[in-house]
């Protein structure tokens, strides 16, 4: 069983940062890719960036050069630094991973950017 709990996010203004966290709960982390979404008011959720075991990262376009996703081991967290802001990142953000066959998600954290 794999829980992932989700801080971090608020309202900012444009051009501010928000770093979000998501601490996992269940065992073989260090195995697992892990990932971030996001889901914004009347569209679908959509992938905004994956980290794998070995450390290698993928960007949606849209964030490539301002998000950055990292990943601590030893603390069974996975992070997500977002710089340069803007009114469209705003949205609920997610946290993923799969273990095995099943698909985990965390409960969310809302990111409002203010223009």
């Known amino acids: 069983q794999v829980q992932l709990v989700e801080s971090g996010g608020g309202l900012v203004q444009a051009g501010g940062s928000l770093r979000l966290s998501c601490a996992d709960s269940?065992?073989?982390?260090?195995?697992?890719?892990m990932g971030w979404f996001r889901q914004a008011p009347g569209n679908q959720r959509e992938l905004v960036a994956t980290?794998?075991?070995?450390?290698?990262?993928n960007y949606a376009d849209s964030v490539k050069g301002r998000f950055t996703i990292s990943r601590d081991n030893a603390k069974n967290t996975v992070y997500l630094q977002m710089n340069s802001l803007k009114p469209e990142d705003t949205a609920v953000y997610y946290c993923?991973?799969?273990?095995?066959?099943?698909?985990?998600w965390g409960q969310g954290t809302q990111v409002t950017v203010s223009s």
């Open positions: 993923n991973t799969r273990w095995g066959p099943v698909n985990y």
């Open positions: 269940g065992i073989g982390f260090s195995f697992r890719t």
């Open positions: 980290i794998t075991s070995g450390g290698s990262t």
